[in-house]
């Protein structure tokens, strides 16, 4: 455990108010308070303009990441599986929420993977070392920098995959974000696709709205 974490293992009680909390993020975090406020309110304003219930799916084409944290060279194109329905989730390793559920996100496609598509893909860092830290992270010594290749963000989904024993097939978001900025999907987000690639299901902005058994609900409707 890292030792700072001493100094904040109240943080995840409840009793802390969102300036007290704001205030332990910024000791933590190498950054000034001006980055760092420039930093949320720039992630506020990405998060707008999320695809809607109703909407085509936005399309991509994501890298496939195998088994045992190696990259494939292969690739997924989301349009590709039209005529199947697609349950989406996106994530990252130093996410605590994200993490905390890996058990669920597994109960959930081992239950329901032989009727429709699953694809978890990973996507930026919602917590890395060098940038936005948490109390959660030291505690846990998940310690990752914010990739700056493709090569580096796969070493990390690796070590999410094989840590978290995730069952879900991956894909990997490349290093500039695509996934993320047609999906809005940091730091966490779910969605269901229908077989003619409209979306059935937009959860909420995570971490509040990572809503895993919403997600079921949602799942079990596009299937019955």
Not at 19 to 26: D, G
Not at 144 to 158: F, W
Request: proline share 6%.
């Amino acid at each position: 455990m890292d030792p700072r974490y001493e100094h904040f293992k109240n943080f995840s009680g409840g009793s802390l108010s969102m300036e007290e909390k704001r205030a332990i993020w910024l000791e933590i975090t190498p950054w000034s308070e001006e980055e760092f406020d420039a930093y949320i309110n720039g992630f506020r304003e990405h998060q707008k303009g999320a695809p809607e219930v109703g909407d085509v799916a936005p399309d991509f084409t994501a890298e496939i990441l195998g088994p045992g944290r190696k990259r494939t060279g292969e690739s997924l194109t989301l349009s590709s599986l039209q005529g199947r329905s697609v349950a989406l989730a996106f994530g990252s390793y130093t996410g605590p929420p994200f993490r905390m559920q890996a058990v669920r996100l597994n109960e959930i496609y081992e239950a329901h993977k032989d009727k429709l598509a699953f694809y978890l893909t990973y996507i930026q860092e919602a917590h890395p070392a060098n940038g936005w830290q948490t109390p959660q992270n030291l505690y846990e010594e998940i310690i990752h920098n914010a990739p700056t290749s493709d090569d580096e963000r796969a070493e990390v989904a690796g070590v999410c995959q094989t840590s978290l024993d995730l069952k879900i097939p991956m894909l990997l978001d490349s290093i500039d974000n695509d996934v993320v900025d047609k999906y809005r999907s940091a730091p966490i987000r779910l969605f269901v696709v229908n077989p003619e690639g409209i979306i059935t299901f937009n959860g909420a902005i995570g971490p509040r709205g990572y809503d895993l058994d919403a997600w079921e609900e949602a799942i079990k409707k596009e299937i019955a």
